[in-house]
């Protein structure tokens, strides 16, 4: 259940509101507006009076609930208007009108409007017009005259909002923090069904806005990638000449006199505002330094790697900041991906989005490797493209969001960690589809028995609690063509073997074969060492269970929902 308050002023805001309540609404949702409860149980109700005039009625229940206002004069406080909208989830039961009359008494109880048995309080009416929501007016000013003491009523209505819930067995939110992006209005909704949208045009421009900023490498960048999708920017200029923020429009979105609709950033979610954009890049700016050649898919796998550590292991600034990069990487997903997979990476990205965000200040320069070499391989059209590189980029990623479930949850970010499950599930499902056509051809190409039953030996000397997993898991095969594919490059197989158990522990891998293989083809395309270092290492093979193998530091379980 969602409620949402909204605060009212103006000489005739009563009469406005009430006016839209009772109306046909912008595309005609409302139907048979009526009231099912009010301040003392026999308002006015405009919906049921067919033998008056409807406006008639509604300007007298306007007067009735202004009267407490007009007799403060010019005493009256700014906003005079309490408006709250209370909504069930689709799936819901329907509630009949005496349980939205019970559901609106405890929210205005709750936020102080009108608190039980308090004859004094403020006016208020609920008015019903849809199946599954009701909307709550009153006015700011209690019957005595005194003004209500609604302090934190938005928390304290959220939290009337998860008892009714439990009371009435309706779908059950997450608690949040204030962190969350804002939600599309019902207008915002109705309007993107009129227009044959999937979606709002504030959720439109919030996925264009978050993407331009996650490639971009500076404020300039950032504006002309945004214009360059097709957005409209518009930036808000001091007289100084200084710019202090921006609005976007999308083509074709107008009011009625046809002008763009303009979203502010910091409208479309907290963290999209131009001060904390450009904090965000000056953190994040290149190095002054050359970058090293490299295969950018091998350095964001690298860096996207190091995630789990830094959210078991990190303080809550870097840890924040690796989630705000990995939700950055995501974002950047869909277009370096196939056709096929592009709508299941963008859901994985919209749902991740939330769990990129808390209360707690991010340190962003913590993941500047991840984010430099994800808009590395955005920037490069020669990238695009590269099945074997996205799904071994995906394998990472899925270990990075289980373990972002864990750390929200233990810090009882509920709205979070249930975001983060969201992309989880998303990310499962297109990462089979992009992996198991790379696997597969990797497997057309397996090594002969003989050269299989030597590695399936160094396997078994190396991690004999993983051998039989990996030797009777379907991606066998694959695994043991990246080993000989990295033999015929040069590489020592078991040193390899040894280097890519050492990147990270395998026990949190629903696959540990396919964890190896990815991790033994970005090991097996680096230049080979030479004669003097092959020599060397030579004496640091695999020789037994676990030797010269680092001892793994214990992890949390992540989540069991994980798999790869």
Known sequence: ?????????????????????????????????????????????????????????????????????????????????????????????????????DIARRIVAAAGIAPDGDEEA????????????????????????????????????????????????????????GTAAKRPTSREHFKAKRLGQDTTSREILRVHVRRAMAAASSEAEFFTL???????????????????????????????????IWYAGSTLSGDLSLPKIRKRLAA????????????????????AERIPDHLTHSNDEVAQGQLDALGGALDLFPITAPAAARAELERSAVAFERATRSRITADHASARALRHSVQAIWKDPVRHGDDAGLAMLLDVALTAVAYAMHWHRTRQHAQQQAAAEQALAHLQAVYSQIAEPVLADL???????????????????????????????????????????????????????????????????????????WRIHRLGQRHPPGPQAQAASAGHTVRGPAASLPVATPTPEPSKGYQR
């Not at 439990?166 to 923090?177: A, M, S």
């Not at 040894?498 to 891998?509: I, K, V």
């Open 1 to 101: 259940m969602i409620p949402k308050i909204i605060l009212g002023k103006g000489p005739r805001a009563t009469r406005r509101l009430i006016g839209y309540l009772y109306g046909k609404g912008t595309a005609n949702e409302h139907t048979d507006p009526h009231l099912v409860a009010s301040w003392n149980n026999f308002a006015p109700d405009p919906g049921r009076s067919p033998h008056r005039d409807p406006k008639e009625v509604e300007n007298q229940l306007a007067t009735q609930l202004d009267q407490p206002v007009q007799m403060l004069d010019n005493r009256a406080p700014k906003f005079t208007v309490w408006h709250c909208p209370v909504r069930a989830a689709p799936e819901d039961p329907i509630l009949s009108d005496g349980q939205w009359a």
């Open 284 to 303: 994040t700016a290149p190095e002054p330094v050359a970058v090293r050649p490299g295969n950018p898919w091998h350095q964001a796998t690298a860096a």
């Open 443 to 517: 497997a057309r190409r397996t090594p002969s028995p003989q050269t299989k039953r030597r590695y399936a030996y160094q396997l078994q000397q190396a991690i004999p609690e993983h051998a039989a997993r990996i030797l009777n898991d379907r991606s066998w095969d694959a695994l043991a063509t990246v080993l000989a594919e990295a033999e015929t490059a040069g590489h020592n197989a078991a040193t390899m073997l040894n280097q890519a158990l050492s990147q990270r522990t395998l026990d949190d891998a629903r696959s540990p074969a396919r964890a190896l293989t």
């Open 122 to 177: 403020c006016r208020w009416v609920a008015v019903r017009h849809a199946d599954d929501h009701i909307h709550i007016a009153a006015t700011l000013v209690r019957q005595d005259g005194r003004r209500p003491r609604r302090d934190h009523d938005i928390r304290a209505v959220q939290r009337e909002a998860r008892k009714i819930e439990v009371d009435y067995g309706l779908r059950r939110l997450k608690p949040g923090d």
């Open 226 to 260: 945004l214009e360059a999708t097709g957005v409209k920017v518009r930036p808000k200029t001091e007289s100084s000449g200084d710019v202090t923020g921006y609005s976007v429009s999308l083509p074709g979105d107008v009011n009625e006199q046809k002008e763009p």
